[in-house]
T-cell receptor, first 113, second 116 residues
Framework: GNSVTQMEGPVTLSEEAFLTINCTYT??????LFWYVQYPGEGLQLLLKATKADDKGSNKGFEATYRKETTSFHLEKGSVQVSDSAVYFC????????????FGQGTELSVKP | GAVVSQHPSRVICKSGTSVKIECRSLDFQATTMFWYRQFPKKSLMLMAT?????????EQGVEKDKFLINHASLTLSTLTVTSAHPEDSSFYIC????????????FGDGTRLSIL
């Protein structure tokens, strides 16, 4: 079946450091891929998305490229801020963007001043 | 502005109580809503897909009689945890399928349920 695997956390970085959170997936067909962010005590917010191979999603300085050849969708940011501290979830939807989501296990990011 | 309103945000109640959680789509009519459960420091687990006017589709291992889902209108789905026990304590999150098939889901802010 479809699945999403993320790198384990927690990830602790200093402010302005470079961030990479790895995400790989297993799916039949051509899924849509997402990164969601969850701040403490809150629900999920869509961070970025990509719907086909080689698409690059970007938002708030975060980027991720849909790599079909490596079945990956790694999240990157060039310079993290303390306010980026949160849990990040990689997810896929195997039929359409509004369809059922399968989440990775989440990666907690802590950014220190 | 908010697309999805989930209420209440926090519930603390005694064991044996039934608890109802509401999920409202504020901006558009939603034929499909989803209910997730999240344990501390864990990912989201899809519990069921709520379809307006028909029975919910439950994921494997989720008890239908324990977690009652009603989607009686295009803007409201409810999850009732019946006869809740401490092991039902969790963070429950609903989401609304995008207005169009090429739009992603919108999530509510979640409900923290604590059963004493």
């Amino acid at each position: 079946g479809n699945s999403v695997t993320q790198m384990e956390g927690p990830v602790t970085l200093s402010e302005e450091a470079f961030l990479t959170i790895n995400c790989t997936y297993t799916a039949t067909g051509y899924p849509s891929l997402f990164w969601y962010v969850q701040y403490p005590g809150e629900g999920l917010q869509l961070l970025l998305k990509a719907t086909k191979a080689d698409d690059k999603g970007s938002n708030k300085g975060f980027e991720a490229t849909y790599r079909k050849e490596t079945t990956s969708f790694h999240l990157e940011k060039g310079s993290v801020q303390v306010s980026d501290s949160a849990v990040y979830f990689c997810a896929l939807s195997d039929n359409n963007q509004g369809g059922k989501l399968i989440f990775g296990q989440g990666t907690e990011l802590s950014v220190k001043p | 502005g908010a697309v999805v309103s989930q209420h209440p945000s926090r519930v603390i109640c005694k064991s044996g109580t039934s608890v109802k959680i509401e999920c409202r789509s504020l901006d558009f009519q939603a034929t499909t809503m989803f209910w997730y459960r999240q344990f501390p420091k864990k990912s989201l687990m899809l519990m069921a897909t709520s379809n307006e006017g028909s029975k919910a589709t439950y994921e494997q291992g989720v008890e239908k009689d324990k977690f009652l889902i009603n989607h009686a209108s295009l803007t409201l789905s409810t999850l009732t945890v019946t006869s809740a026990h401490p092991e039902d304590s969790s963070f429950y999150i609903c989401s609304v399928s995008g207005q169009h098939s090429n739009q992603p889901q919108h999530f509510g802010d979640g409900t923290r349920l604590s059963i004493l």
